[in-house]
């Protein structure tokens, strides 16, 4: 794997999370105020909400951390420190992550998001018309805090330390309160110092049965990363009633670093560049800004309304020196990739509640963003392909719309629906001097069908429920995977080909079913068994190839995808079961996951990097000052054959986590975090047949200690 790539990812975790007013579900605002009130037992839309306390309970510095313990969520590492994400074993795209129920820019990456900023964290396994239908597999709503309701004074000072990165953190707000207004400032930042060793192995073994290349690879990286988060936010009541808000958000990160590949071929001939130094600079930048309003008729309509914009920056530079297999230079030489791109979007929604238990809201979402980007190479060594531009420049243009309505309709006590409808376009141009203007256009009208039905003997608190759901939904291809633009590997071939956008890429529509039962039997206990079915067409699979020069790996639409799978869930504290227990909470799930793509042969014909099953243990404690827990979260490995000639291996992983929580006073808090304690390593293999070379096999293992991770948590 070329260090360029690497750090590619490492700076991706840099980048700025977009942030915008949270435009909440009016019933999700009313019921919030009752007691006894639960979004996963008594809404009609399913979800699960993970709310503040749980969130806060490990200390984590990462929200990808605080997922991995959330009920069929499974998170994922590339190149062993990029994250993704994953509803029902699936990522890339399939699963939507929005932040305060809007679309997260291009690039976002869940590491630059401390948990200390979010309030709580909603999985909704099913659409909603509120929200886009990009959402496959399901959709994931990181809501951020929005304090400024009282004066607030609060700090957190913390280390995280192991094997491979180890640095500070922090974290404060500050809030007050005036009679008619408020304000609120967040901060969070840390620096992180990274050194490690990692390496890998690749093989070809001949049609016959006869090894003929065999190479070891040993790579030893140094870097250090920064990043900063500010967040203001102004709230004003005005003499009418009305209520105005603006909220800023405004995220910088920066990394650097050096590595050392030494590959080492021990049968056949050695790779072009055996001995590999890179220099990494990456910075990213972001600012967002919005402002909402809203307002109260006196027909009991609420209104809502928000303006907003964003700018980001993107600038990778790369700078490799390598020897050839005979001690002469190889390459020398540099990348330079900077992206510049600005946004604007508006957001509006009316709500109303009309007669017999309507709760009617209606609204529209529309987006325009625009991006140029340059990737100019030089070296001053290696020849490069006859023809190939050095400077490329590329514009990109991203128009969205999408209007809906949606009616949650109470039809008795015991019987409730959500009835909705979205229709969404998206208009996308791309042009450049490396590839033909192309204008891509598609739209998806989504209805979204979902009943709650609680049984007889169901006293509201108590009781059984069913939950049936018919979706449409959709995955459109991302920006990087339309351009046209090179992201180029030294030392390439078919199991590390470089990657060209396809401009003619389509969107991916899918229609669904779910269905769940759920049994609760006491305050706070429940087990739930659902499933869900998805019929994909139009399904993207990544194909390689050779072009006469190098291997190019690249997105195209096969055929038809067929996903399925089975939840399981239950949570309880231990007093439910014996009444002279002691404060233990106890919750388990199991998520199995099984998909086929009728293009490809099987067997293990699975949708790409597909997660079969993840598994869920955690228990906590508290007694006094003290706090317990620990957490076990296990994911299956496997092998996926991901089109006829090509496969992909990940390794299984269980994460063995615990905390420990002193409160010295009711202002000052101790809490010490062990993480990975089973030493669990990340590794993976792709693979590629070749009907005349044969199979080539690379394996790539980063290896992953215990993280020992302590905050102290003041609040003045």
Known sequence: MSFAALAASLACAAQAQESAAAIAPARVEVKGTAAGYDPRRDDTASRIVVGREEIARYGDTSVADVFKRIPGVTVTSAGGRSLEVRMRGLGSGYTQILVNGERTPSGFALDTLSPDLIERIEVLRVASAEFSNESVAGTINIVLRKRGGKRTREAKLGYLLSED??????????????????????????????SRTWGGSEENIRPGGITDMLRRTRAVED??????????????????????GWETVFTSGSFRNHGHLVATALLGRPPQTPDLHTFGEFDDRML??????????????????????????????????????????????????????????????????????????????????????????????????????????????????????????????????????????????????????????SSVLSPVVQTLYKLPGHDGKQGDQLRLALSRTYKAPELDSIVPRRSAWENNSATEADFVGNPALKPELAWGIDAAWEHYWAEGAMVSVGGALRRISDYTSNHIYFDGFRWIFTPVNDDRATMRSIDLETKFPLKAVFAEAPAIELRASVSRNWSRVDSVPGPDNRMEQQTPLTANLGIDYKSGALALGASVAHRRGGFVQVAANRGFYRVARTDLDSYALWIFNPNTQLRVALSNLLGEDNAFEPSYLDPVRGLEKRRWFYPAGVKLGTTLEMKF
């Open 165 to 194: 990165f180890r640095g500070p953190s922090f974290s404060t707000e500050v809030a007050e309160q005036a009679d008619k207004s408020s304000w609120s400032l967040s901060a969070s930042g840390n620096h992180d110092g990274l």
């Open 223 to 244: 870097g250090r990363m920064n990043r900063l988060n500010l967040s203001p936010r102004l709230n004003w009541t005005l003499e009418d009633g009305d209520t105005v």
């Open 288 to 441: 967002t800004s919005n402002l909402q309003w809203t307002r109260d008729t006196a027909a009991g309509t609420k209104l809502e309304l928000k303006l907003g914009a964003e700018w980001s920056s993107r600038k990778m530079f790369v700078r490799r020196s390598g020897l050839g297999p005979d001690g002469l230079a190889e390459t020398d030489g540099s990348t330079l990739s900077d992206t510049h791109a600005r946004g604007a979007n508006s957001t509006g929604k009316a709500t109303r509640e009309l007669g017999r238990g309507h709760l009617l809201a209606m609204g529209w979402d529309l987006r325009f963003n625009e991006s140029s980007d340059i990737r100019a190479e030089r070296d001053r060594v290696r020849p490069f392909a006859p023809g190939q531009l050095l400077d490329e420049q590329f514009r990109a243009s991203v128009g969205r719309a999408a209007f809906y309505a949606q009616d949650e309709w109470t039809i008795s006590p015991q019987w409730s629906a959500y009835l909705g409808a979205r229709w969404e376009g998206v208009r996308t141009r791309v042009s450049g001097n490396a590839v033909e203007p192309v204008s891509v256009r």
